[in-house]
């Protein structure tokens, strides 16, 4: 499969080495997310206990049926991907973290504007287009847009990407 999918990319060649560098850092990034994760919360729990609950944080009923609202990728496992609020591609395993294919739950109104953490209230946003969207409300589809990572990758790139995330 790994030999597969490294010819198929060597012939398209689009983003050549671009490619495996992104390849590399979602690698990476996950790795660095589950170590950060396991020392913060291993750190947080020596320090004081934790919260039960968070008003800023989706619940996580409210974060599944957000994920299962967004638009679902053509040609792509929904289970795996969707599209944020502005058609951007998001992996369900990039949760969280900073890359063109990341993405983060957004309170469509802002909590620091009265916004409710409710599933009514929530939108999938890549992690770019979340931190410029900020606790603005008027804010255009337009303009997230122009925000957004303009990276396109093909079939066979999402397969290698799919493939590197989730084996």
């Not at 012939?11 to 560098?21: A, I, P, R, S, V």
């Not at 957004?106 to 946003?125: A, T």
């Amino acid at each position: 499969m790994r030999v597969m999918l490294k010819q198929q990319l060597d012939q398209e060649n689009n983003l050549g080495g671009l490619f495996y560098q992104l390849i590399f850092v979602l690698i990476m990034s996950e790795n660095n997310i589950n170590s950060n994760h396991n020392n913060i919360s291993h750190h947080h729990n020596q320090r004081r206990s934790p919260s039960p609950y968070n008003p800023r944080r989706f619940d996580k009923l409210a974060r599944e049926e957000c994920r299962n609202n967004a638009q679902i990728m053509e040609g792509r496992n929904p289970d795996r991907w969707r599209l944020d609020a502005v058609g951007n591609p998001v992996c369900k395993a990039l949760n969280s973290c900073r890359g063109s294919l990341c993405y983060q739950f957004d309170h469509i109104v802002p909590y620091s504007k009265g916004g409710e953490s409710i599933s009514i209230n929530c939108q999938l946003l890549q992690s770019f287009v979340n931190i410029y969207k900020s606790n603005k409300e008027n804010i255009s589809k337009d303009e997230l847009k122009h925000v957004s990572p303009q990276l396109k990758f093909t079939p066979v790139q999402f397969d290698a990407i799919e493939y590197a995330i989730y084996g």
